[in-house]
C-alpha cells in the first residue's frame, strides 16, 4: 500500500484528471531563473524562518513564480506571507491573493453537506439515484449509491478503470449531440448512461463526479446554488469573505488572482472553435467543476476554514467526528483512510493528522492539520516544469520545517488581513 507521500502523490494526479488532457508542450515556457528575482510578502516572525527557507528552495527549484503560505497555531495565525519568483511584477502574490484551490475544495463541499445532515435536512445514507432524478437503467447498482459513498469515494467509479467525466467534455458533448461547453446536468446525463466499475460501498476509487452529485444535492435539499448556499452557510460564519467561483477564461480572473503556468497547452473545452490554449486557460472546464475542484481562495482564508473542524461552531462536535470517522472499507495498511472531504491518519495518543492536496494544470495545493494544534495552507500557480520534480515533496518538507521551530509567536495575524 502507499505511504502517505505516495498516497498525496497519487491522489495530485487523480484530483486533476492530468491524463486526461491532450496535452502538448507550450511554445514559450516561463522566464529562465536568471531573469528573475525572489520577493516576499506578508507577516511573519524571527523563529519561523525555516517556512520561508523550504519555499524559496522548494519554487527556486522548479521556477514556480507565486505561492502563498499561511500557517496557524492553536487557533492564531502566525505566518501568512506571500512569495514570488519571476521576472514579470505584474502580479505580487500575498497573504489574501486569490489562487485556484483545486480539490480543497473538496472539504469545503464535504463541510456543506454535514450541515444539511446536522440540521435534519438531509441523511447519510439517503439514496443519490432518487434524490436527483437518475436514471438506473444502465446499471441498477446505481440506485444503492448513498450520500456516504460520494463522500467517502466508495461510490463505485474509478478513474483507473473509466475516464473521468469531469474531464471527458468532448466525449459528452459528441455522445449527447450537444455542443461546447458541456454543463454538469449534460455530465450527469453522460454518466448515467454508463456502467459503474465497481459495487458502490465496495472499493475505494477517488472520484471527482460523486463531488460533483454532491454539489448538486446540496442544490436540490437547500434551494440554493450551490455557492450561494456554502457562502451562507459555512463561509460567511467563518467571516470568510473572499472564496469565490472560478472561471475558466483567463480575460475573466478576477482582481487579486493569480495568473496560472504551465509548460503545456490543449485544446479548447469552452467552445467548439478547436483553438489551442494554455492548460489552465480552457484545457478544462473549471465552472462545471464547482464542488470538486472550482473554489478559488487565499491560504489566510483557507487557515481559517480549518478551524471549523476546532469546534469552531460552524459543525458540531458530533458532525466533526462523523468527518474523521473509519470508512467501511478504504483504509490502507499504512493507516491513512478517506473520510468525508478529508484524508485522515490517526496517530499515536489519540490524535490524528487530517490533510487534502489539490492539482490542476497550473494549480498544486495542499492543507494540513496537524495532531499537535498546527494547521497550514500552501498554494501554488503552477504544477508542471521542466524539472520533472515532484510537486508533492512539499508536504514532507513543510513538516520538517514546522517541526525545526523552537518557538512560536504567541501573537495572532487574523485581525491583520481583515477576518
Do not use: C
Request: proline share 6%; charged share 15%; aromatic share 8%.
Amino acid at each position: 500500500m502507499p505511504t502517505r507521500r505516495d498516497a498525496l502523490r497519487l491522489l495530485a494526479g487523480a484530483a486533476a484528471g492530468a491524463a486526461a488532457l491532450p496535452a502538448r508542450p507550450a511554445a514559450a515556457l516561463p522566464a529562465a531563473a536568471a531573469a528573475r528575482a525572489w520577493t516576499v510578502t506578508g507577516r511573519s516572525a524571527t523563529g519561523l524562518t525555516s517556512f520561508d527557507t523550504t519555499l524559496k528552495t522548494f519554487m527556486q527549484a522548479r521556477n514556480v513564480p507565486h505561492a502563498s503560505l499561511a500557517v496557524v497555531r492553536k487557533g492564531r495565525l502566525v505566518l501568512a506571507r506571500g512569495y514570488n519568483w519571476t521576472a514579470d511584477t505584474s502580479f505580487q502574490a500575498g497573504p489574501t491573493s486569490l489562487f485556484r484551490i483545486a480539490s480543497l475544495s473538496k472539504p469545503v463541499t464535504a463541510t456543506a453537506v454535514l450541515t444539511l445532515v446536522q440540521s435534519g435536512k438531509l441523511s447519510l445514507s439517503a439514496k443519490v439515484a432518487p434524490l436527483l432524478g437518475l436514471a438506473t437503467a444502465a446499471d441498477s447498482r446505481l440506485g444503492s449509491v448513498t450520500v456516504l459513498h460520494l463522500l467517502q469515494h466508495l461510490g463505485g467509479w474509478d478513474r483507473a478503470v473509466s475516464p473521468d467525466p469531469m474531464f471527458a467534455d468532448r466525449a459528452v458533448a459528441a455522445a449527447l449531440g450537444v455542443p461546447l461547453p458541456v454543463t454538469q446536468a449534460q455530465i450527469v446525463q453522460y454518466a448515467s448512461k454508463r456502467r459503474l466499475d465497481a459495487a458502490p460501498g465496495t472499493r475505494y476509487a477517488y472520484s471527482n463526479y460523486g463531488y460533483l452529485l454532491l454539489g448538486r444535492i446540496i442544490e436540490k435539499v437547500s434551494g440554493l446554488p450551490y455557492a450561494d448556499y456554502v457562502q451562507r452557510t459555512v463561509l460567511s460564519p467563518m467571516k470568510i469573505k473572499r472564496m469565490v467561483p472560478a472561471r475558466s477564461a483567463k480575460s475573466l480572473r478576477r482582481t487579486g488572482e493569480a495568473p496560472y503556468l504551465s509548460q503545456y497547452t490543449g485544446t479548447t473545452v469552452l467552445d467548439g472553435s478547436g483553438t489551442v490554449v494554455p492548460s489552465p486557460y480552457g484545457g478544462f472546464d473549471i465552472e462545471n467543476m464547482a464542488a470538486h475542484g472550482g473554489w478559488l481562495s487565499s491560504a489566510v482564508d483557507l487557515a481559517k476554514f480549518t478551524r471549523i473542524y476546532d469546534a469552531a461552531g460552524v459543525l458540531t462536535s458530533a458532525s466533526i467526528s462523523k468527518a474523521f470517522a473509519r470508512p467501511a472499507t478504504g483504509v490502507n495498511a499504512d493507516g491513512w483512510y478517506y473520510g468525508l472531504g478529508w484524508m485522515v491518519r490517526p496517530v499515536s495518543g489519540g490524535g490524528r493528522n487530517t490533510w487534502h492536496d489539490g492539482s490542476l494544470p497550473g494549480t498544486s495545493t495542499l492543507m494540513v492539520r496537524r495532531f499537535d494544534g498546527l494547521s497550514w495552507v500552501v498554494l501554488f500557480d503552477q504544477r508542471d516544469d521542466p524539472s520533472g520534480l515532484s510537486y508533492s515533496d512539499i508536504d514532507g518538507l513543510l513538516h520538517k520545517a514546522a517541526d525545526a521551530v523552537t518557538s512560536w509567536p504567541t501573537g495572532d495575524l487574523f485581525p491583520t488581513y481583515g477576518l
